[in-house]
């Protein structure tokens, strides 16, 4: 007879209150915001998007700042506005969510994944070098849940070698490394604001820079109501077409955005309050290693991921060892994304780079590297991700019974082998 909740034994965890990851909030704010825009008559750009993007742009110190329709058309402009042209290389992680890279295929550069490193779960700096050849022109980092990427490692290989670095910023509003906000550490910061976000619009997104060259150039993209008024008189000419893409945020998310914004700071303290808390209740357990970042990091939590490690508990798999926790009362999952590289988008291309929706050139070796196999370390991290709540509002005595949770399934562990 075993003590766990699986086995039979009694449940840590008996009643769950409904809310305690309640995500998104929103009230009588958010409302007011919005009907004052419903009312106000303009509902394609009214001041309230102006509004928005100066209030974002003050949050994280970006002298330029475009609101946008999502995080992938702003991931696009990003990498438009610094000049990714057909035929470059755009290098980022495999383990995100797949807009990290699908826009570089929209910019016809070929998408080169490298691995991640266990300490971030961010970009591995030196699988980066690896990658990195004449071609390379831009660097897609993301701080996947809320993390801060190994930003000092990834600018030390790109500024030299003249390489963008873009930061898609999507799970990190309010993050900083080295005291400066997240989305401002590269040259262009996107981040995305739909609605399980940190900072959710509905649906948005927003670009931060602190050139003013690429802001104009993301205007050029998909804003063309901005492109009359711009300084490059050049880019001027492109007024009535822009560059074939419409992006502009819809009023209605601007307006929701910019309560949810006056909110962030004191939304992620509490899921970082009862993070911090978890974290302490696991550190040093064997079969889970935290996430814990780089020095000088101060992570948000979008996401929680744990690693699971089957071999300090004597070849337990994560699934067993998720069905004990569930069993008591703690549900919790592996990873929602699978590795891009290893996506039918990435293998439909032939060896010349052609397949039925995008062309990328043939590489000078004629191969192109996509498929399982190619990141076996991002295939094994991926396989022992575990996602846990993030008690967005949860009190303590909540993370502390999900704390007993797991330490009895770990304490037990022989009990499920
Ligand atoms: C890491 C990351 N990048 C980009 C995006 C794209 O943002 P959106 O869904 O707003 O287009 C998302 C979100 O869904 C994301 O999680």
Redesign the pocket.
Known sequence: MSDLALLGGPRTITELPPDFGLWPMAGAEEEAAVLEVLRGGDWSLPQVTFDFEREFAAYVGAPFALAHN??????HAALFAVGVKPGDEVIAQSY?????MMPALCVGAIPIFAEVEERTLGLDPEDVERKITSRTRAIVV?H?HGQPADMDAINALARPRGIAVIE?A??AHGAKLNGRSIGMLGDVG?F???S??LLPSG???ILVTAEREYYERACLLGHYERIASLENEAYRRYARTCYGYKYRINPLAAAIARVQLRHLDERNAKRNHNIDRFHAGLDGLPGLHLVKGVPDAEAVH?QNAMLFVPGELGGLTRDRFLEACAAEGAGMGGERYDGLHEQQIFLDFDADGISETYVVPRRDDGKLRYGHGTLPRTEDILQRVILTPTFAAAEDALVDLWIAAIRKVIEHHRDLL
């Open positions: 999502n995080g992938t058309s702003a991931i995100t969510y797949w807009a990290t993301v996947l898609d999507s799970h996107a995305s604001l739909q399980s976000k649906e948005g997104g979008y």
